[in-house]
């Protein structure tokens, strides 16, 4: 059975930080990407930044400079520090795991709130 257990989202003042974290386990393929999602009321569900199992990175505009993302091979964890967070970072933020069999097998997380107030 297929497991992405998110955990790290909460409510946090402008400027703060919040750690995200994503465990996936279950997967019987081979995982190649790993990312972080945001969905914010009203828009549609973005690329905030992802990994490759290689390490390469790949992060959004809006972000770069204030996140990093990074991830546990052994673990199958993947994580999001967000630094100097802004109001407009408030969304609810879901994990991605890409894994190759075959074919492209696409893995999403339930989604963790973020809220950042002003």
């Known amino acids: 059975q297929v497991q992405l257990v998110e955990s790290g989202g909460g409510l946090v003042q402008a400027g703060g930080s919040l750690r995200l974290s994503c465990a996936a386990s279950?997967?019987?393929?081979?995982?190649?990407?790993m990312g972080w999602y945001r969905q914010a009321p009203g828009k549609q569900r973005e690329l905030v930044a992802s990994?490759?199992?290689?390490?390469?990175?790949n992060y959004a505009d809006s972000v770069k400079g204030r996140f990093t993302i990074s991830r546990d091979g052994a673990k199958n964890t993947v994580y999001l520090q967000m630094n100097s967070l802004k109001p407009e970072d408030t969304a609810d933020y879901y994990c991605?795991?890409?894994?190759?069999?075959?074919?492209?097998?696409?893995?999403w997380g339930q989604g963790t709130q973020v809220t950042v107030s002003s």
């Open positions: 991605n795991v890409v894994a190759l069999g075959l074919i492209k097998h696409d893995y």
């Open positions: 990994i490759t199992s290689g390490g390469s990175t």
């Open positions: 279950g997967i019987p393929f081979s995982i190649n990407v």
